[in-house]
């Protein structure tokens, strides 16, 4: 089982590039989240999707944009990437039911340099 | 501040031996949800709790939410290498929009065998 899918796994930039993380769930769920980790802070939510056709903006939204492209994809675009956003990305979806747990991609592991 | 506190940040551990790990929240929970994240990977779901009062065991792994739903502990049984990994709760500490969670800052386990 797939699950949810991440791509690429490994990205190294410049600063200023611009690149699109891609990532398709394949369980029929209606809500996406877009997530980054960093050293001593857990996980900080960057932008959800509640269903196909919106997004919303989760507690670091700024420097990316999102696209919820169909109800499988949801990706993460940094239009101009800069260092403090070198970080793990973790992508993942849920069931839109009370009390679901959200599942989980391997992440992208992407450094800015 | 972290609206959900872990502690310990880290712990070290021979194998065989007992541990616990706590998540605390000024706030009422509802739902917590424990996950494991193995080095490059990325998190799979363990449990969730939601009722204050809750307990839920998994093989040698088990959670309890306390009575006012404001920390939750993970005890882990004789402990094995293959336990080794970062372990993070997340929770609706909101409680007004299922599906969007908020995690705590991890705490990293080592098992030495």
């Known amino acids: 089982n797939a699950g949810v899918t991440q791509t690429p796994k490994f990205q190294v930039l410049k600063t200023g590039q611009s690149m699109t993380l891609q990532c398709a769930q394949d369980?029929?769920?209606?809500?996406m989240y877009w997530y980054r980790q960093d050293p001593g802070m857990g996980l900080r939510l960057i932008y959800y999707s509640a269903s196909e056709g919106t997004t919303d903006k989760g507690e670091v939204p700024n420097g990316y944009n999102v696209s919820r492209l169909n109800k499988r994809e949801f990706s993460l675009r940094l239009e101009s990437a800069a260092p403090s956003q070198t970080s793990v990305y973790f992508c993942?979806?849920?069931?839109?039911?009370?009390?679901?747990?959200?599942?989980f991609g391997d992440g992208t592991r992407l450094s800015i340099l | 501040s972290q609206e959900l506190e872990q502690s310990p940040q880290s712990l070290i551990v021979q194998e065989g031996k007992n541990l616990t790990i706590n998540c605390t929240s000024s706030?009422?929970?509802?739902?917590l949800y424990w996950y494991k994240q193995k080095y490059g990977e990325g998190l799979i779901f363990l449990m969730m709790l939601q009722k204050g009062g809750e307990e839920k065991s998994h093989e040698k792994i088990t959670a309890k939410l306390d009575e006012k739903k404001q920390q939750s502990s993970l005890h882990i049984t004789a402990s094995q290498p293959s336990h080794a990994g970062i372990y993070l709760c997340?929770?609706?500490?909101?409680?007004?929009?299922?599906?969007?969670?908020?995690f705590g800052q991890g705490t990293i386990l080592t098992v030495h065998p």
């Open positions: 997340g929770a609706d500490v909101g409680g007004t929009s299922y599906g969007k969670l908020t």
């Open positions: 993942a979806s849920s069931a839109d039911r009370p009390n679901q747990p959200q599942h």
């Open positions: 706030k009422t929970l509802y739902g």
């Open positions: 369980m029929n769920h209606n809500s």
